[in-house]
Every structure is written in C-alpha cells, then in structure tokens.
C-alpha cells in the first residue's frame, strides 16, 4: 500500500505542545508502523492557517492524488487538513474519485467505513464552528473599535501612512493623488491615469504597477475626503463581497483629507458617467455610447454596425440598436442612425452655449445634498400625518369638534405658506440649474467639438446624464453640475 501524510501548523501555534511539526511526523510515522505501510511521502503546510486550501502543501497532495496512486492519506487530527467543513467534504470526494480513503490518526477513523464518514461529517461541523466563533469574536472586536475610537484598524491606502495608530497625509503621494483627480477632470481615464504613472516610474503602495482598477477603486474611496468606513465588505470563499450600506461603520472627519469634498464629488461624476460606458468607452466609433435608451422598454442602445455589400458598393450603416431586441429578443427593432443622432444633439449642444433654455430637464446627481425643496415636501407630508392625528383624535372623542376645526385651519393656512414657498424654490432651482448648465456648457465647448472623438465623448458625459430615443422622438437629459 502506498500513502500520504500532510502535517500542517499555522503561525499562531507553532509554540503550541501538541501542534509541532516534529510531533505530527513521530505520530504519523507511529500510525504507519502499526498499520505495517512502509511507503509513504509526508507533506508540510508549516505556517499556514486551515480555514482555507490557499497552501502549499495541500495544493501538492491533491495534485498528485491522480499520479502518485496513494490507497491512504493521513493527518494527525482532522482539522489538520482543514477547518472549513465545505472543503474538507470536497477534498475527501477527491480521494474517493481515485480510490484513496482518508484516516485521522488520533481520532480513530477512516473513510473506508461507514462510521468513519458519519464521525468525519460531525468533526468536521465542530472544527467549522469553532473556525466561525473565532471569526466573529474579531469581528465584533473590530467593530466596536472602528465605533469607539479614532484607531486605525486597516491598511493605509496611497496617500497615506499610518503613525501609533493614526492615519497622517503621505506628502509625496498626496500629490500625486492630487495629479489624478485632476487627469481625470481632464478627462483621462483609469487605463491613461495607469499608463502615464507606469511611465514616471511611480509604484503603488504596494511597490507594484498601476493598473486601471487600481487608479479607480483609489479615487472612489472616501478616505482621500477624511472619512473613514469599515465593515464596508467580507470574504465569502474566495470571493471578496459588499455588504448593504447601511451595515457599514462611517466616521466622517477622521483624518485630514487630500481631496476637498467638491473636487472628489466631480472625480466620482467622471468615474460613474465612465463605468455606464463600460468598455465602449476607450472607442471612438460611437459618440453616445452608454447613454442612449430606448424610450419604448427603458433598455440602452448600443452600436451596431452593418455591411451590405453590392456589385460596385458596399454600403456601411452605423446604428444606435435597442438592446432588449438585440440580445433577448424583447421590445422591438428599434434603432436610430448613429450620424443623424450624434448631430442631433451636437445641435442642442451649440443651442444651449447660445442661451437657448426652453424644454430643459435637469437632473441632479445621486449623491448632491437634500434641497430646499425636498425638505419643504418632508413639511408637507408631516403636515398631513398631523391633521390625521387629530381626525383620530376626534373620533376617539379626545377633542372636540371646535378644537378640530381649530387644527384644520391652521395646517391649512400652513399648508398654503409651504406650497406657495415649494413653488418659489422651484423657479429658482430651475433658474439655477439653467445657469449651471449654460455655464458647464461653455466650460466643455472645446472638447466636446474637438477633433479627438475621444476627448469628445468624455466630454458629453460630464453634460449629458441620457438621450433618450423613441421612434422620432428625441429627448435629452442633462447635467446640471
């Protein structure tokens, strides 16, 4: 018979008795005299933690399961293969595909019976819960210092070092992070942003390359503005994931910031105007990809492009195509030519630098400060809430009919107050807006005519928020900031 033996002792306790490397292999080679096995190869994980198959060791077992035709692998105990119940399962299936049983040479099992798998099923649920239990015991501990103190309890990103506990601003790279926020004002994008510091020779906080997730995940982090958030995401397998928002630990202020909170507003603007592009973005074929929509189903429309070929001619089409028809067969073949478009609203572009206004919608990014107006709505609705407190009040013989009469003229007469101001503001906002808009326009005049397509099409983003087309009809809804 021929076996295998994988020894494993993570960092944490190799001072402990019992766990060593040179005792596993005394026990090991003690349980293959008795089993009367002369030929057997020992494997190490010295220094790794089981709560994964992220080791070296395993990794070589299970490599040469198929080669090396071992009838037996066998650990000291059985969270030496392992703590995860889910991989401990799939490693044991593994075995089983070639014919090699698992045994554990303290516990008294192996797979080969029955018993042994019903034992092996319930140590391996102990050994997880207790893996679980120390996780979340951190965890809680974590969180209640990210809660309770001004420590920082993860790694600096660029820009900044931590000194006894404190994040304090990294000069050097404060200004380079600073150069970032404006490339990408400019309109450059993360993939440009990489390349060009890769070229200056600067490494990321690591000592690697840029690259462009790098550049974006940086300058989407709130920690350049002074705000600190954990709990923010978790491991899941290998599988790094996010939790709901409002499960993460925010502390605005924590440490001084390296962006102001209105130049970081605009780099997340680009950033999210850039990710509804997607890959189409670094092509200058389409003008307006990412933002057209189809106005019967709500789908995008992206770029199609078609060939007809005739004797003499071939004819090339360029189309903006509903995507819902396109890829699932839904709505309709609804599409618009790509030319007559992107014409179409270079028009309303130069319109609106001329002062043009009429038929305007403005709409407001996602994360802009709750207005005037939707605080005068909030009034508004407890206003109704409260008179519907009286009606109850009234039918539960509380107050009187005079009293009820009294309430109603009042949030009346203060309904009128609030609707007249909700009016008010509303001119003003759309005034507002307009002048915004007018004076981005101007900002973005020369870009957007520019003979670089690409330059162009960042620059209709920062304008346009999305054009949206049914049959002949064309309406376009911008940015107003």
């Not at 925010?250 to 209105?262: A, F, N, Q, T, W």
């Amino acid at each position: 018979m021929k076996a295998a033996a994988l020894v494993r002792v993570s960092t944490e306790e190799q001072h402990q008795k019992g766990n060593s490397i040179p005792e596993q292999e005394e026990r090991l080679e003690g349980y293959f005299k008795l089993m009367g096995i002369n030929d057997f190869k020992i494997y190490y994980d010295e220094g790794y933690s089981g709560k994964d198959l992220n080791r070296p060791g395993i990794t070589e077992l299970l490599e040469d399961i198929p080669t090396e035709k071992y009838s037996l692998v066998v650990t000291t105990k059985l969270d030496r293969l392992s703590r995860n119940l889910f991989d401990i399962l799939n490693i044991i299936k593994h075995f089983e595909q070639y014919d090699c049983n698992y045994a554990s040479a303290t516990e008294g099992f192996d797979t080969s019976t029955p018993a042994g798998r019903l034992v092996l099923h319930m140590l391996g649920m102990v050994a997880e819960f207790e893996r679980e239990r120390i996780s979340e015991r951190v965890r809680d501990n974590m969180i209640s210092i990210a809660r309770n103190t001004n420590r920082v309890i993860s790694r600096p990103c660029y820009g900044y070092d931590i000194k006894n506990g404190v994040m304090e601003v990294n000069v050097e790279e404060s200004i380079i992070v600073k150069k970032m926020a404006q490339w990408t004002l400019e309109g450059l994008g993360s993939r440009a942003i990489a390349k060009r510091l890769n070229e200056m020779g600067i490494k990321t906080k690591s000592g690697g390359q840029w690259h462009s997730k790098i550049v974006r995940e940086l300058l989407k982090r709130e920690t350049l503005v002074g705000d600190f958030v954990y709990n923010r995401t978790y491991r899941k397998g290998t599988r790094t994931l996010t939790r709901p928002e409002e499960e993460w630990i925010r502390v605005e202020g924590h440490h001084d910031p390296i962006l102001d909170r209105e130049t970081f507003d605009k780099v997340q603007q680009v950033l999210d105007a850039r990710k509804q592009v997607g890959k189409q973005i670094n092509r200058d074929r389409y003008l307006l990809s990412g933002l057209v929509v189809c106005g019967h189903c709500g789908g995008k429309m992206s770029g199609r492009y078609y060939e007809k070929k005739r004797p003499h001619k071939t004819y090339r089409y360029y189309r903006y195509v509903c995507e819902s028809y396109a890829k699932k067969g839904m709505c309709k073949f609804h599409w618009v030519h790509r030319d007559e478009l992107e014409s179409l609203v270079l028009d309303r572009i130069k319109e609106l630098d001329q002062g043009a206004s009429a038929h305007l919608k403005v709409v407001k990014h996602e994360k802009s400060d709750r207005s005037e107006i939707e605080m005068i709505q909030s009034r508004l609705k407890k206003l109704d809430q409260k008179m519907q407190k009286q009606i109850e009040a009234y039918e539960d013989d509380l107050i009187s009919a005079h009293d009820l009469k009294k309430a109603r003229e009042r949030v009346e007469k203060e309904r009128k107050q609030l609707e007249y101001t909700l009016e008010q503001e509303r001119k003003k906002e759309k005034k507002s807006d307009d002048i915004k808009l007018k004076e981005n326009a101007k900002k973005l005049m020369s870009d957007i005519f520019s003979v670089d397509r690409l330059q162009a099409k960042q620059a209709i983003r920062q304008l346009i928020h999305r054009i949206i087309v049914k049959d002949e009809d064309v309406n376009i809804e911008w940015f107003a900031e």
